[in-house]
């Protein structure tokens, strides 16, 4: 099911991704992806090797 509220526990909702990159200090990933290489300093994540 798809979350269709615009926040989610009194935080804002922002579902384009390249809008969160540019908004986001810190990213917090269950996995590395591509989609994310262009923000990798802003990446942490349990998967250091990539390969969760």
Aim: aromatic fraction near 10%; charged fraction near 40%.
């Amino acid at each position: 099911p798809a979350l269709d509220e615009s926040e989610f526990f009194a935080s804002e909702v922002v579902r384009d991704l390249d809008a969160f990159k540019t908004r986001a200090d810190v990213i917090i990933a269950n996995r590395r992806t591509e989609a994310l290489d262009d923000v990798a300093d802003k990446v942490y994540t349990r998967d250091i090797y990539g390969r969760d």
